[in-house]
């Protein structure tokens, strides 16, 4: 692995913000140099894990983006490094980003732009990364404006449209409120519990009008979309998390269907 883009970040990062989080914030950018360099000479490598970097900086950025990371917001954070089952190094770069994620003017747009580029334009990816990040992103609850607007330019970039993010968060135990937001399910005061049931229509992406029809193509849509094994070489923890939305979605479907006595 190339080193010069992380070199020369940190030196041009520390020189023009005089601080040594100047140096991180230019590693972390050296380090997305260094990778898309590496593509390009060999453009049938995969990304691998060259996604850690800027999905914890983003998450960083993120979490920042009310004015202030609460320690909710770093314990889903850690809590995700642990799930992922990171290495030493690996995590030594997750903590590393999500740093210089919470300092003003990290490039989030950066991130976003590297987190596309790994997805290659393969949405189930693209769902997995939103998926790491729905704990941080609704560690506090409702969606404030700022981090709202940080979460829709991801999803615009990854071609993920909003009613499918509020499936998503469905999955997770969170109620989307369609209205530039979100609320959380859970009781204030008990953040990490998980609501006692969850709205199988949510799950789908649907509402109750939507006909026998509609909630069939639904389903096929979403699992063909959230399918683990057309995953590929990607960490456990993403294998893990697309085996339990593809479990979600049948429960939700076949929930359905009793209802409605489908066939």
């Not at 991180?24 to 850690?52: E, K, M």
């Not at 959230?226 to 939305?245: I, Q």
Request: hydrophobic share 45%; net charge positive.
């Amino acid at each position: 692995m190339s080193y010069i883009g992380k070199l020369a970040g940190a030196i041009l990062g520390l020189w023009l913000f005089r601080s040594p989080w100047g140096a991180v914030i230019g590693v972390i950018l050296g380090h997305l140099w260094d990778i898309g360099a590496a593509r390009l000479q060999n453009p049938g490598a995969t990304a691998g894990r060259s996604f850690i970097a800027p999905l914890f900086g983003l998450a960083g950025a993120i979490a920042k983006s009310d004015g202030r990371v609460s320690e909710q917001e770093i314990a889903a954070a850690e809590n995700l490094m642990a799930r992922m089952q990171l290495q030493p190094a690996q995590r030594a770069e997750a903590i590393a980003s999500f740093t210089a994620g919470k300092q003003e003017g990290f490039p989030a747009q950066l991130a976003i732009g590297e987190l596309k580029s790994w997805c290659g334009g393969r949405r189930d990816l693209a769902f997995l990364l939103l998926d790491m990040l729905l704990d941080i992103v609704y560690a506090e609850g409702p969606l404030v404006g700022a981090k709202f607007a940080l979460v829709r330019k991801l999803c615009w970039s990854l071609n993920v449209h909003e009613r499918e993010l509020a499936a998503l968060a469905a999955m997770r135990g969170y109620t989307y409120a369609g209205n530039g937001g979100a609320r959380d399910q859970r009781a204030h005061g008990a953040q990490h519990e998980r609501p006692v049931g969850k709205d199988p229509y949510a799950v789908l992406g649907l509402d109750t009008s939507a006909t026998d029809s509609e909630v069939k193509r639904a389903y096929r849509k979403l699992i063909s979309q959230h399918h683990p094994d057309k995953l590929g070489d990607v960490p456990d923890e993403l294998k893990r998390r697309a085996e339990e939305r593809a479990r979600e979605i049948n429960t939700a479907y076949e929930k359905i269907r009793a209802e409605r006595k489908m066939k």
